[in-house]
């Protein structure tokens, strides 16, 4: 385990258990080893609610926007704690290397498929990447679902659908079958909503 992550997640416990609680729903989706979890995103605390969510013993890294990760003393503390850059619009071939081999090393990674926030809670087209690396690492996906209002002092539910294995027709995919899986990849977040009541 990260020691900074460890420290955050305890520093950060009581916000995440009394003022803004998160709960999980469907735990038993949760695989062992590694995994891809793809969730839509509607605030920027998105990640820290799918980790107090999972609990601490599954450590999660994040792919975020590079911007984040220039914060003072944030940055250093996200960097410091397994979550790592990307830029988007571009292909960052340096993200996706460090990606994959979190994968391929029996981690979990979340990411954000939509690439932005949807404040509004309403869902935007998938970008691919996730796909392709599902893919290529031969991890299983997780999708997850978190509701767009988080109250103060209630339970904000995250659900987790069952993990499963995109298929391609060879060893890599292409273009067209990662577009494919991305569709279907928002679909099955899409499927969770009614499991959070709102």
Request: charged content about 25%; hydrophobic content about 45%.
């Amino acid at each position: 385990m990260n020691i900074i992550y460890i420290l955050a997640y305890i520093i950060l416990w009581p916000v995440f258990r009394i003022i803004k609680p998160t709960r999980c729903i469907n735990h038993r989706n949760i695989p062992k080893g590694g995994a891809l979890y793809c969730a839509n995103h509607t605030r920027m605390s998105d990640p820290l609610f799918v980790a107090y969510a999972m609990g601490w013993p599954h450590q999660i890294h994040v792919m975020a926007k590079e911007e984040v990760m220039h914060w003072p003393i944030i940055g250093w503390i996200l960097r410091h704690g397994g979550i790592f850059g990307v830029k988007r619009g571009q292909a960052d071939v340096a993200a996706v290397r460090t990606a994959m081999k979190y994968l391929k090393d029996g981690e979990k990674l979340l990411m954000f498929p939509e690439g932005t926030r949807h404040l509004d809670g309403e869902f935007g087209d998938a970008k691919t990447g996730a796909a392709m690396l599902a893919v290529r690492t031969g991890v299983p996906i997780v999708p997850v679902y978190l509701p767009a209002e988080k109250r103060w002092f209630r339970f904000t539910p995250v659900a987790f659908g069952e993990p499963y294995h995109p298929k391609v027709a060879g060893r890599k995919g292409t273009t067209e079958e990662y577009r494919a899986i991305a569709e279907d990849l928002m679909e099955r977040i899409e499927a969770l909503k009614p499991l959070v009541g709102r």
